[in-house]
């Protein structure tokens, strides 16, 4: 399965936009509060309870755990109910055992249990093996979403920030987990360049495992503000989610209220 298509980014651009998107981009980041970026990760890192819970014992869930899941690995509530129907029938407490304690390496367990829901959306499958991975070892293990990178449109936080797709093309799962990863480690040296990783941040052991995505998730989110400020009108503007929200959103954690 090949996961690099051709693109339409252009050599010669520093992002998949246009060359001043990624300047733009730093500049919006100044505005970011430090302290949203802090409080989403405390939010994690208060999820994760729930998620070492489960982990140690799937196959006692209920139907209750399994969509409570579905919804902390996808980015919307209607991707959320896609996973759980596609899951109906299967049997995920041997898939998640194989995946978190098989004996293969980490990407190839996560190719198999990708191969295994074949009947799923890819992307949904990638959300929800990199997701389990992700959040039984955030230090070690990445996410892999669509809006980090989705080798299928091409698109995504990833390639914005590290300039373009090519260290991001693989031939298979297994070696788009890794590349993924790559990337996300290189990525975070624009993340250095700016004043969101401060040491309330990185310096907490609950928080700076998860240091990364939620910078990434902020990236996005005032990504997707910048496209869409010129698109839609002033009112529509004014019911998208705040900041914090959207990166709620894509890191599936409750709207704060």
């Given at each position: 399965?090949?996961?690099?298509?051709?693109?339409?980014?252009?050599?010669?651009?520093?992002?998949?936009?246009?060359?001043?998107?990624?300047?733009?981009?730093?500049?919006?980041?100044?505005?970011?509060?430090?302290?949203?970026?802090?409080?989403?990760?405390?939010?994690?890192?208060?999820?994760?309870?729930?998620?070492?819970?489960?982990?140690?014992?799937?196959?006692?869930?209920?139907?209750?755990?399994?969509?409570?899941?579905?919804?902390?690995?996808?980015?919307?509530?209607?991707?959320?109910?896609?996973?759980?129907?596609?899951?109906?029938?299967?049997?995920?407490?041997?898939?998640?055992?194989?995946?978190?304690?098989?004996?293969?390496?980490?990407?190839?367990?996560?190719?198999?249990?990708?191969?295994?829901?074949?009947?799923?959306?890819?992307?949904?499958?990638?959300?929800?093996?990199?997701?389990?991975?992700?959040?039984?070892?955030?230090?070690t293990q990445w996410l892999w979403t669509r809006w980090l990178w989705d080798a299928q449109l091409q698109?995504?936080i990833l390639p914005l920030l590290v300039g373009g797709i090519h260290n991001l093309a693989a031939d298979?799962?297994?070696?788009?987990?890794?590349?993924?990863?790559?990337?996300?480690a290189v990525a975070m040296d624009f993340a250095e360049k700016t004043d969101l990783l401060t040491p309330?941040?990185?310096?907490?052991?609950?928080?700076?495992?998860?240091?990364?995505?939620?910078?990434?998730?902020?990236?996005?989110?005032?990504?997707?503000?910048?496209?869409?400020?010129?698109?839609?009108?002033?009112?529509?503007?004014?019911?998208?989610?705040?900041?914090?929200?959207?990166?709620?959103?894509?890191?599936?954690?409750?709207?704060?209220?």
């Amino acid at each position: 399965m090949t996961l690099g298509f051709v693109s339409h980014i252009k050599k010669d651009k520093i992002g998949p936009e246009d060359p001043e998107l990624l300047e733009t981009l730093a500049e919006s980041l100044e505005q970011v509060e430090t302290s949203d970026l802090v409080a989403v990760a405390a939010e994690l890192a208060a999820r994760q309870t729930r998620f070492t819970e489960l982990l140690a014992a799937p196959e006692a869930w209920s139907q209750d755990d399994l969509a409570w899941v579905t919804q902390a690995v996808t980015p919307s509530r209607k991707k959320a109910k896609a996973l759980l129907a596609g899951l109906a029938g299967v049997d995920t407490a041997v898939l998640i055992t194989d995946l978190l304690h098989g004996d293969k390496q980490v990407p190839f367990r996560f190719a198999d249990f990708v191969t295994q829901l074949g009947d799923l959306d890819l992307r949904l499958r990638l959300e929800l093996g990199s997701g389990l991975l992700h959040n039984a070892a955030p230090r070690t293990q990445w996410l892999w979403t669509r809006w980090l990178w989705d080798a299928q449109l091409q698109t995504g936080i990833l390639p914005l920030l590290v300039g373009g797709i090519h260290n991001l093309a693989a031939d298979n799962v297994a070696e788009g987990y890794v590349r993924v990863g790559s990337v996300t480690a290189v990525a975070m040296d624009f993340a250095e360049k700016t004043d969101l990783l401060t040491p309330e941040l990185t310096e907490n052991k609950a928080h700076n495992q998860f240091a990364a995505v939620v910078f990434l998730a902020c990236a996005y989110s005032i990504y997707l503000y910048g496209i869409t400020n010129w698109r839609l009108s002033r009112e529509y503007n004014r019911l998208l989610p705040t900041l914090p929200n959207m990166m709620r959103r894509l890191l599936g954690l409750p709207k704060a209220k």
